[in-house]
């Protein structure tokens, strides 16, 4: 090869070491799992360490993995420091790398079913089933997750009530109608302990297996 050659080589060599960042950040199941959280909401290290089971450090140590890959940003408020998501593209990017394990790892689904082991057993309604039956005032849609989270925003007439919550709460909902509940997405298992909860005490019952990225990439618009 002559030299102007190998400079080609190596200058492609570069463009492809440049997106091997990418793929070393999200080789780690542990980093996956903060991501999931991010689409949710911007949190500190501490609320993310809790919310993935991990130290503090070690949350840490996986979110500059995260940010030298440009994949999540720091936001400072007073005292407090957020890590976010650095762009939309991001959630998409998670949600694209998901749904090529569901297609190609036929383990994913068995690994899903033997966590959401009662996934089967739940009646499963569509977004624009779920629309319908608000339209018509014949279902309330509750968000199970952490209020923080439906803060950052949430399903349209949503109404909150955590997980945490629920069991205080029961008397704010209403018997006659069909509580359709979500939470994260359909790797989250919140809404599916609320609906067994629901469902023991005499409610009609479904689930919503979309959260807030899966219904904005659906094209239906958030509430803030």
């Known amino acids: 090869m002559t030299t102007q050659s190998n400079g080609k080589r190596a200058q492609k060599e570069r463009i492809y070491e440049l997106f091997a960042q990418i793929g070393n950040a999200l080789s780690n199941p542990h980093r ?11 949190r500190t290290v501490e609320d993310l360490a809790n919310e993935a089971y991990l130290s503090v450090a070690n949350a840490s140590a996986h979110l500059q993995k995260l ?3 440009h994949l999540v940003t720091v936001e400072r408020s007073g005292q407090f420091v957020r890590y976010r998501l650095a762009d939309p593209a991001v959630a998409q990017l998670w949600m694209h ?3 090529l394990g569901e297609k190609q790892l036929a383990e ?8 959401r082991s009662r996934r089967a057993d739940l009646r499963r309604i569509t977004p624009e089933e779920l629309l319908d039956h608000l ?3 014949r279902a309330l849609l509750l968000d199970v997750r952490p209020a923080l989270e439906y803060q950052a925003g949430h399903l349209p007439g949503a109404v909150s009530i955590p997980l945490t919550e629920l069991r205080e709460r029961l008397a704010e909902l209403p018997q006659d109608r069909l509580i359709v509940a979500y939470c994260r997405g359909p790797y989250c298992i919140y809404a599916d302990q609320a609906l067994e909860l629901l469902a023991a005490r005499g409610y009609q019952v479904a689930r919503l297996e979309e959260g807030v990225a899966e219904w904005r990439a659906g ?3 958030l509430e803030l």
């Open 32 to 42: 996956l799992e903060l991501l999931d959280l991010l689409v949710q909401a911007p």
């Open 67 to 69: 940010r030298q890959a």
């Open 97 to 99: 790398l998901r749904a």
């Open 108 to 115: 994913v689904e068995r690994a899903r079913d033997a966590y």
């Open 135 to 137: 339209r018509a005032g």
């Open 219 to 221: 094209g239906y618009p």
